[in-house]
């Protein structure tokens, strides 16, 4: 079985613009959880999505949005990026439920000038 | 809100020789789930090994196996026989298993095992 994919696998931006990263789950699986890491504040979590819902979301500001889709594909957009954006975002995939282990992505590399 | 907390920023140890890391978290909830990832320099989070707080039994893979302490809130990872593969940061998390929290995982901040030859 496919693992989670994420496109594109690194990005470079400038301060200002928008960015659409995309994330594929593991076949069957319908939750897509968005994390980001930094080495100043380490992984945190941004939002989760099943079923085309946004069940949870963290603590981030409104420039960061998602969604997926019916094949749960799911997107995560940045808007009006800032310096501080940069950062590795990930994805991780599971079936839904509250206990199900999340599997994770390789992850999309956001580098902002 | 629950934190996690790893207290060794990097450890080192000889191939063929075991290593623990420690963990602690903060919950008032009592039905949750505890996580062990690996990142390894290619940064894909690898699942290592997995913990159901209402188990008093301890899980373990292969070489991989946890000390989980519920009431001193305490979750160590023990790596037996210690390859070069295993050289990465390695992650505990906690994940609630009730109310909303759906889909998030509460991170440490990672101990980074470097594996000598």
């Known amino acids: 079985k496919a693992g989670v994919t994420q496109t594109p696998r690194y990005l470079i931006k400038t301060r200002g613009q928008q960015v659409t990263l995309s994330c594929s789950p593991i076949s069957g699986h319908r939750s897509v959880s968005w994390y980001q890491q930094t080495p100043g504040q380490g992984l945190q979590f941004l939002f989760e999505?099943?079923?085309?819902?946004?069940?949870n979301k963290g603590n981030f500001p409104g420039r960061f949005s998602g969604r997926q889709f019916s094949n749960s594909r799911s997107e995560m957009n940045v808007s009006t990026l800032e310096l501080g954006d940069s950062a590795l975002y990930l994805c991780?995939?599971?079936?839904?439920?509250?206990?199900?282990?999340?599997?994770f992505g390789p992850g999309t590399r956001l580098t902002v000038l | 809100a629950q934190t996690v907390t790893q207290s060794q920023p990097e450890m080192s140890v000889q191939e063929a020789e075991t290593v623990t890391l420690s963990c602690t978290y903060d919950?008032?909830?009592?039905?949750?789930?505890l996580f062990w990832y690996k990142q390894p320099p290619s940064r894909q989070m690898i699942l290592v090994i997995r913990?159901?707080?209402?188990?008093?039994q301890n899980a373990t893979e292969n070489r991989f196996s946890v000390n989980f302490q519920k009431a001193a809130k305490s979750f160590s990872l023990k790596i037996s026989d210690s390859q070069l593969g295993d050289t990465a940061m390695y992650f505990c998390?906690?994940?609630?298993?009730?109310?909303?929290?759906?889909?998030?995982?509460?991170f440490g901040q990672g101990t980074i095992l470097t594996v000598h030859p």
């Open positions: 998390a906690f994940r609630h298993a009730g109310g909303t929290s759906y889909g998030k995982l509460t």
């Open positions: 913990q159901e707080a209402y188990k008093q």
């Open positions: 991780a995939s599971s079936l839904g439920g509250r206990t199900d282990t999340q599997y």
């Open positions: 919950t008032s909830e009592s039905n949750y789930y």
């Open positions: 999505y099943f079923s085309e819902t946004q069940r």
